[in-house]
């Protein structure tokens, strides 16, 4: 079996090439040019992989690779996939991730490998936007309606009906995976949970002077993600990919944190307490009374997207995909590996 996986230079990529590798698939993937090393996340199978320079948004480049290795599994985990970031790069992120996954879908289509190439796209619960309030819902699942509130979300959301769109009109095998955050300590250091891992173990908890520089700088406290482990997710994005019919499904634990939650379960790591004192952006966090966390505007994303949290049943019962980490286990396995 060959897999071809665009993003494997990212988080997730980097575990699904293990998992790929563990099962006897030969992996390609595809990386961007960059100016510094992109591979460190790779770096220890490197040997085993076969890496080939792409980018999902060069339609010759992706025709020419599909066309090359003729997979049997294409993974698209390739993405502009910062939600902030977004609002500053609007084009840049319709181009890779709405037409980047067009690029491989039409690539697939006119190299005549419908009935051999199966391909998973990385949708993403950020596609159901407010949805949990303003429809009143406990959870989100399959048939929840999507209401997207960034331009990362809109992007992914084009991506998300092409591909129903393609398996409806061409009878191809092409399936959405729609996960909800899902992090390692080889997330990305501008994401949420990563920076507040860091700050904890290099930042205050790592020095007795409690400087400025010290300081966690925040964005909204009471935010909640449903927040999973990526090594949990690429075992369900495979999982999806073996079942005998196309269908999409959600993957999560079900369980939503906030972000100040988040931030006093990794103190409490550290053997401290978080007062939090003031409200909105006058609000901040003391730890043995001294300041510790400063809320800062700057993170405020233009349009916040509040709430999230999955409904996982259709995975569990068809994929019996159950996730093993717990938000606990997570935050051991952050504060001890990042
Ligand atoms: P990530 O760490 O940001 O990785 C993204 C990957 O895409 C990296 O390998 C990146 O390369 C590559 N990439 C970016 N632009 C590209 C382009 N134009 N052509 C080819 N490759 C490109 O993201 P992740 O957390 O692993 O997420 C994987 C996918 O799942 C993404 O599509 C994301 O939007 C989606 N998703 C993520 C989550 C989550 O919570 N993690 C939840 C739902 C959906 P560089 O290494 O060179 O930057
Ligand atoms: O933000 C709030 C922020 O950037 C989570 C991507 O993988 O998951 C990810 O997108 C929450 C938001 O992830 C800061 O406003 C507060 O409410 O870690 P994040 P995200 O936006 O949920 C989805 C499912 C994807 O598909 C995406 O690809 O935390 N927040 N303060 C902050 N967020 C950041 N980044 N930095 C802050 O200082």
């Known amino acids: 079996m060959i897999a071809l996986i665009f993003g494997i230079t990212g988080q997730d990529g980097s575990y699904l090439s293990e998992l790929l590798l563990e099962k006897g698939y030969t992996v390609v993937g595809v990386m961007r040019r960059s100016s510094s ?20 948004s060069d339609t010759a480049c992706v025709f020419e690779l599909i066309n090359k290795f003729k997979p049997n599994e294409i993974y698209n985990l390739a993405a502009q996939s910062h939600v902030a970031v977004s609002f500053q790069l609007e084009k840049y992120t319709m181009d890779v991730d709405a037409l980047g996954p067009l690029n491989i879908l039409q690539a697939v289509r006119m190299s005549n490998l419908i009935d051999k190439c199966k391909v998973y796209q990385a949708s993403t619960s950020e596609l159901y936007g407010n949805t949990l309030i303003t429809h009143n819902l406990t959870s989100l699942d399959e048939n929840s309606p999507m209401n997207p509130v960034s331009p990362y979300a809109i992007a992914k959301l ?153 409904n996982p049943t259709k995975a569990k019962e068809k994929l019996n995909w159950q996730p093993e980490y717990t938000i606990d286990t997570l935050i051991d396995e952050r504060v001890e590996n990042s």
């Open 37 to 56: 090393f992109n591979t460190s996340r790779i770096d220890h199978i490197r040997d085993k992989l076969i890496l080939v320079y792409g980018d999902v």
């Open 158 to 310: 084009y991506a998300y009906h092409m591909v129903k769109h393609y398996r409806k009109a061409f009878n191809m095998f092409v399936v959405n995976g729609i996960l909800q955050n899902h992090e390692s300590s080889r997330r990305g250091d501008n994401f949420v949970t990563k920076k507040i891992v860091l700050w904890a173990k290099y930042g205050w908890f790592s020095t007795s002077l409690k400087e400025e520089k010290n300081k966690l700088h925040i964005g909204r406290l009471d935010s909640s993600r449903d927040w999973s482990h990526a090594k949990d997710m690429v075992r369900g994005m495979w999982s999806i990919l073996q079942q005998s019919e196309p269908e999409d499904f959600v993957l999560g634990s079900g369980v939503r944190t906030t972000v100040r939650s988040f931030i006093e379960k990794v103190c409490s790591k550290f053997g401290a307490k978080v007062e939090w004192r003031g409200e909105g952006i006058d609000e901040q966090g003391y730890i043995n009374d001294e300041l510790a966390i400063v809320v800062d505007p700057k993170y405020y994303r233009p349009n916040e997207l509040s709430d999230l949290v999955g």
